[in-house]
């Protein structure tokens, strides 16, 4: 078959004993579930029981050793989204002796990462939740490189984006259906289990209504990284600076279409009217008419990406530099409540421009309610909580995912009113929006300042003068900066504020506010630019 796992290329006998004598041996990182991924020698996984399983022996270990702990509520997370109860990975643990009487085991060669996909046939959750973890959790452990085998232990089918996948690594991932295939026991010589956190951006709302995550850590920079990652492996090349000046001038807005539900029903007057106001071209896509390699060649070239909320705005990580989404919202659904994709755009260094609009029409929405309550029908509630949901003019904040109410909305049809649009457009996109010129900014932060020091005198019994002077950072005299500030911060000892101030050169007298015998604190740091801020040299006590 063709997902062997090439048992000639480790020698049998000596794996088998290896397990039997050193058992698993696991250690992994992070204090909590939420934060931990583990690297194991011989887990295995028992296909008929569908449970992993931690063989002790004499030379076997557990790091963290949790003892019942484990299991409250789990050792760690298998997919990106945070402690969800359907989605914690845990294992049985069995003596090595105990390898005599079970079948013998298969054993997996690569080195294996197992992880659990979140919504395999959601776009967004695609990207977000699973290639972009998967895509890290591998830059940061070295051994998952090109050759490494992924594991889906979700236990869905191959789902409608497995293509997208397939580009992180040469073998073919594996799905968990796929796993009794191999025998009863496969043991992976070398695993790794769960996944990064560190790039997604958005909560869902399992907890608390849908938002931004509170500490975002991923900047527009790994986003992009990731993205020519992704094009390089498709072949699609991106104009570059180096574009012509006949196809600068050939600029276009991408229209992304749904095409079964939540539709724009006007589009092509829409169409029209925005090759009116931008004097581009228009290309339209779809998830149902191109493949997903051909909307991303096409995305990369844009100008500006419209679409109504929804998974396929995702796709706007492949926009260039100065690109500007707009996401349309369908009538009674508050755009500031759904914001995946305002955050995604909104990321440092991400450098695009965002614009929501929103339905304020009822008379331009189509809506239906006789489907099946997934696709947003109600018919199925009582008629009282149906007129409610009729007559209100916004959804209230919810939790994920089945709100009735919420449904009903996000699946309606618009009639995209243009006038009201174009003024949304016009207030963010001020000229013609610049695009593919933009060259991402430095990220680079200034060094502490050096050798701070203070003076002091007193002039009279009311009157006394402070001097501050310091060094330039040690990079700066690397780096070519546009603006460089210097910020001090001083504080009468014993009080809670202080006095900030911005400043052009390396060293200042301060007279006013200062006080004759008294001690006051200084902080001085380094500004780059107007926002790159850099870290506080030690505080000064300072004695009038
Ligand atoms: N989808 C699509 N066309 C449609 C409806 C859905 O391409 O007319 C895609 C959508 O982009 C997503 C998936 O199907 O990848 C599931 O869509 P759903 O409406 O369930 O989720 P949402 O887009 O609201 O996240």
């Given at each position: ?251 276009y807005f991408v229209v992304f279409s749904r095409s079964i539900n939540r539709l724009i029903l006007n589009e092509a007057e829409l169409i029209l009217a925005l090759v009116q106001e931008f004097q581009m071209r228009a290309v339209t896509v779809s998830l149902e008419e191109q493949n997903f390699p051909r909307i991303i060649k096409v995305i990369s070239g844009a100008s500006i990406l419209v679409s109504m909320h929804g998974a396929q705005l995702v796709s706007s990580l492949f926009l260039p530099r100065g690109a500007v989404v707009v996401e349309l919202f369908p009538y009674a659904v508050n755009p500031e409540q759904y914001t995946p ?204």
């Amino acid at each position: 078959q063709s997902q062997e796992l090439s048992q000639a290329r480790i020698d049998y006998h000596a794996a088998l004993l290896a397990l039997q004598e050193h058992g698993t041996r696991m250690v992994c990182t992070g204090k909590m579930h939420t934060d931990r991924i583990c690297r194991f020698d011989y887990l295995c996984y028992c296909t008929e029981a569908e449970e992993f399983v931690f063989f002790h022996s004499n030379s076997s270990f557990m790091l963290p050793n949790l003892g019942p702990r484990r299991f409250q509520p789990a050792l760690l997370d298998l997919s990106s989204v945070e402690d969800h109860n359907t989605q914690y990975f845990n294992f049985l643990e069995l003596p090595a002796a105990a390898l005599k009487f079970m079948p013998k085991p298969v054993f997996v060669p690569d080195v294996t990462l197992i992880l659990n996909r979140f919504n395999p046939d959601n776009l967004m959750h695609v990207f977000h939740d699973d290639l972009l973890p998967i895509f890290y959790t591998m830059r940061q452990y070295s051994d998952l490189d090109d050759e490494a085998r992924l594991v889906f232990m979700e236990g869905w089918g191959e789902g409608a984006h497995f293509d997208l996948y397939r580009l992180l690594s040469s073998k073919q991932p594996l799905l968990k259906e796929q796993l009794r295939n191999f025998g009863k026991l496969m043991c992976f010589t070398k695993s790794y289990v769960g996944l990064s956190k560190m790039t997604t951006w958005y909560q869902y709302g399992f907890v608390q209504p849908q938002g931004p995550k509170a500490n975002i850590l991923v900047s527009g920079n790994e986003i992009r990284q990731f993205a020519s990652s992704l094009m390089e492996k498709l072949n699609i090349t991106t104009r570059g600076g180096e574009e012509s000046a006949a196809e600068e001038k050939d600029e276009y807005f991408v229209v992304f279409s749904r095409s079964i539900n939540r539709l724009i029903l006007n589009e092509a007057e829409l169409i029209l009217a925005l090759v009116q106001e931008f004097q581009m071209r228009a290309v339209t896509v779809s998830l149902e008419e191109q493949n997903f390699p051909r909307i991303i060649k096409v995305i990369s070239g844009a100008s500006i990406l419209v679409s109504m909320h929804g998974a396929q705005l995702v796709s706007s990580l492949f926009l260039p530099r100065g690109a500007v989404v707009v996401e349309l919202f369908p009538y009674a659904v508050n755009p500031e409540q759904y914001t995946p994709y305002k955050t995604l755009a909104s990321l440092p260094g991400m450098d695009l421009q965002y614009v929501a609009w929103r339905n304020m029409v009822e008379e331009n929405s189509v809506a239906y309610p006789e489907r099946p309550w997934e696709q947003g029908g109600i018919a199925h509630l009582d008629k009282e909580e149906q007129d409610h949901i009729l007559a209100s003019k916004e959804v209230p904040r919810h939790l994920c995912c089945r709100n009735p109410e919420w449904l009903y909305r996000i699946y309606q049809d618009t009639i995209v009113d243009i006038p009201s649009l174009l003024e949304a457009l016009r207030a963010i996109v001020k000229t013609r929006p610049n695009l593919k010129k933009a060259k991402p900014a430095s990220t680079v932060h200034p060094g502490r300042v050096r050798e701070p020091q203070c003076q002091t005198s007193v002039q009279a019994t009311n009157e006394a003068k402070l001097t501050v002077s310091w060094q330039i950072p040690w990079n700066l005299k690397y780096l070519k900066v546009r603006e460089v500030k210097y910020e001090v911060w001083i504080q009468e000892h014993g009080e809670n504020t202080y006095m900030p101030y911005i400043l052009p050169h390396q060293n200042y007298t301060f007279s006013e506010n200062i006080k004759p015998f008294t001690t006051y604190l200084v902080w001085v740091r380094c500004i780059f630019n107007k926002n790159l801020l850099g870290p506080f040299a030690d505080v000064l006590m300072c004695r009038t």
